[in-house]
């Protein structure tokens, strides 16, 4: 009977120690779910693999980019049409390096460049999180289906052998933690050279012009360097820490386009620590100054109003002045809500559209992009909104090229860089999707020259072994 005490004692002493190191491991997995769900929001993963009105993470949004369009994976835990198959290891090098669990090469519009630097703890929780915090989706999205020969995912191996950064980046001992922890989330998770750093022919990140500025598409990344001028140098800390959390800066610059979407899915959603860490270290990048700006892009404009010359008895004719033309279509579609002299509403729910960085700048994408898209997005204070213009489905009126061009000229002329103007061209360009590059046409070229000249050498080796052959 003592024996059978004893065992049944020892059993229940195991089950009981047993039952405390899974519940043990529950607890370590569940926190490592919730550190990857923080470093994937940091990330930013949804706002490409997410398309609207699509289910999380389950891919299928359309990136435009200049060799095509590319569309995001399914990266769920879905077995069929997802990441639920890979391996830890798989995961690591398809973040880092950029190489599916098929062997086959992803495209850096996933900006794998950067993840490169993730450590391997944060590769460990992102992981985590993708298996068991996110929801399977069982369907495939749309296949990229670049043109020739942007299709051959091989030549990604010569690219990557060339500007695959070494990956995991070294604490710099002589700044400070907090600095340390910006640049890892800056040069990492934030990706944010991927659009502010100009690309060169190879579309590979020019190092020589870090954050200094770039074409995303319809969109301009600007100039975020320390710079007065050029870039954010005349920004406090806390006046950037705010624009990051919030997407406005009344007086400077509000957010649309891809960065108000980073601020919406991830900057927002940063702790204050964190922006903190990152404004500290943009303040501290080398800056990179263009000299025809004279003065920072917020510094521009001031109160200016035709509204009395639209009314009365004499107003002047819209079909015999540019003036004219732009001041009918911006009383007739902006000043409801810019008010008649531009300067935004009372509480900056709508920009003043003086001292503000889309209407100073020297590339006025921004402008245009925002007149033909409208902005649309969610903030800690609510929706920020501004129908479009270009003739979408929903949008509040349809402009042409040539009234969007003289619209913004008058936006610029009166409240921005003056003498800086947008012609019809800019605007389909940006209509279109931005630029067109010449890298497509170029490696075609460069194919079939390298086939002419192989067929040429193909040629002459024939006719030398027919030469040897007839002296023999």
Not at 126 to 134: I, N, S
Not at 187 to 203: E, N, V, W, Y
Not at 372 to 397: C, E, H, S, W, Y
Not at 459 to 472: C, E, G
């Amino acid at each position: 009977m003592d024996t059978f005490f004893r065992l049944f004692s020892a059993a229940i002493c195991l089950m009981s120690v047993s039952s405390t190191a899974l519940a043990a491991d529950d607890d370590a997995q569940a926190a490592s779910v919730k550190r990857g769900a923080y470093i994937a929001t940091a990330s930013d993963c949804s706002a490409c693999h997410t398309a609207p009105g699509g289910k999380p993470f389950a891919g299928g949004l359309g990136i435009v980019s200049p060799v095509g369009t590319i569309y995001s994976t399914n990266i769920t835990p879905s077995a069929t049409a997802g990441i639920g198959q890979y391996t830890e290891e798989q995961f690591a090098r398809a973040v880092r390096a950029g190489v599916r669990a098929d062997g086959a090469n992803l495209y850096p519009a996933m900006p794998y460049t950067s993840y490169n630097v993730l450590t391997d703890a944060d590769i460990h929780d992102l992981y985590a999180y993708f298996q068991h915090g996110v929801t399977p989706v069982d369907t495939a999205p749309t296949r990229t289906a670049l043109p020739f020969p942007m299709n051959i995912r091989l030549s990604m191996m010569a690219w990557n052998l060339l500007f695959l950064g070494s990956g995991h980046s070294e604490a710099d001992a002589t700044q400070s933690a907090e600095w340390n922890r910006g640049k890892y989330l800056v040069d990492g998770a934030a990706h944010c050279s991927t659009c502010h750093t100009p690309r060169g022919f190879l579309m590979q990140e020019l190092s020589s012009h870090y954050l200094g500025g770039a074409q995303v598409g319809q969109w301009y990344a600007p100039n975020i360097t320390s710079d007065a001028n050029s870039g954010i140098g005349s920004w406090s800390k806390d006046e950037l820490a705010r624009y990051l959390a919030t997407g406005s800066l009344p007086g400077k610059a509000q957010a649309a386009g891809s960065m108000g979407e980073a601020v919406e899915h991830s900057f927002s959603q940063l702790t204050p620590d964190d922006i903190s860490a990152i404004s500290t270290y943009i303040k501290t990048v080398a800056p990179l100054h263009d000299a025809s700006d004279e003065q920072s892009r917020f510094g521009y404009g001031k109160l200016f109003s035709q509204l009395a010359s639209l009314r009365g008895a004499n107003p002047i004719r819209s079909d015999t002045d540019e003036q004219a033309n732009g001041a009918v279509l911006f009383y007739g579609n902006c000043a409801s809500c810019h008010q008649a002299s531009g300067q935004g509403s009372k509480d900056t729910y709508y920009p003043s559209l003086f001292h503000n960085s889309v209407t100073g700048a020297a590339n006025h994408s921004n402008l245009i992009a925002t007149i033909l898209n409208g902005v649309n997005r969610t903030t800690p204070k609510g929706q920020a909104f501004m129908p479009g213009f270009g003739g979408k489905a929903n949008d509040i009126n349809a402009l042409n090229d040539a009234q969007v061009a003289t619209l913004a000229n008058y936006v610029i002329e009166n409240y921005g860089r003056a003498g800086t103007p947008v012609s019809p061209a800019d605007v389909a360009q940006v209509r279109a999707g931005g630029p067109a590059s010449s890298l497509l046409l170029l490696a075609r070229i460069g194919i079939a020259v390298a086939v002419i000249v192989g067929l040429a050498i193909l040629l002459l080796l024939v006719v030398w072994r027919q030469r040897q052959a007839r002296v023999v």
